[in-house]
């Protein structure tokens, strides 16, 4: 049972490049979510999913497109890639539900530079 | 959407005293209230959380407190020891439209000196 699984770990872009970020949960959870994390702003939602096939847009989602089309998967797309998204990317999943036992599982994280 | 202040941002205690971080949110409607601990380098870990028909929870050395009223909680480490060092993130969660969505906190830093 490996929890939430995020490839890669790091990467290197330059501005104008385009790249996927994956997560992979197998914990059979049904909502899947991005959230991007920087100095002094917390962790900000970007896109998520609260099931196969269907994706929704959180707070910062400019620049950014996702999809699912497996349950397990979630994919966070870079199409132009911006120095502005420079960034630690984490992934997290959860079970459909509300309240304790419903916690959010995230993933190890992945560190993009954009230069 | 959901709006949590989090304070302070920074925060030094010894080893052996108590720490308490405090956090608000903006929607009366959010009902699940969780709490992470994120060591450098590190994915967010759940420490604790409490839901709004409760208002106060503990596991050994962490408690976590709730006011509705107020739309404020708190974090509370007693006995801290110096593995409690790292950023801690409050959240709050509404359901709308299906999901279960975070809105976080900016996070504290909380060190222990040994």
């Known amino acids: 049972n490996a929890g939430v699984t995020q490839t890669p770990k790091f990467r290197v872009l330059k501005t104008g490049q385009s790249m996927t970020l994956l997560c992979a949960q197998d914990?059979?959870?049904?909502?899947m979510y991005w959230y991007r994390q920087d100095p002094g702003m917390g962790l900000r939602l970007i896109h998520y999913?609260?099931?196969?096939?269907?994706?929704a847009k959180g707070e910062v989602p400019d620049g950014y497109n996702v999809s699912r089309l497996k349950k397990q998967n979630f994919l966070l797309g870079l199409e132009s890639a911006a120095p502005s998204q420079t960034s630690v990317y984490f992934c997290?999943?959860?079970?459909?539900?509300?309240?304790?036992?419903?916690?959010?599982?995230f993933g190890s994280g992945t560190r993009l530079t954009v230069v | 959407g959901e709006n949590v202040e989090q304070h302070p941002s920074t925060l030094s205690v010894q080893e052996g005293d108590s720490a308490v971080i405090k956090c608000t949110y903006s929607?009366?409607?959010?009902?699940?209230f969780p709490w992470y601990k994120q060591e450098l380098g590190k994915r967010p870990q759940l420490i604790i959380d409490?839901?709004?028909?409760?208002g106060e929870k503990k596991d050994q050395r962490i408690a976590v407190t709730l006011n509705k009223t107020a739309k404020h909680f708190s974090l509370h480490i007693t006995e801290t020891q110096p593995e409690d060092s790292a950023v801690y993130f409050c959240a709050a969660s509404i359901r709308r439209d299906g999901a279960n969505n975070l809105f976080f906190g900016t996070g504290t830093r909380l060190t222990v000196i040994p």
């Open positions: 999913s609260v099931g196969e096939g269907t994706t």
């Open positions: 929607d009366s409607a959010s009902n699940y």
């Open positions: 914990m059979n959870h049904e909502y």
């Open positions: 997290a999943s959860s079970y459909a539900g509300t309240g304790t036992g419903y916690g959010y599982t």
């Open positions: 409490i839901r709004s028909n409760v």
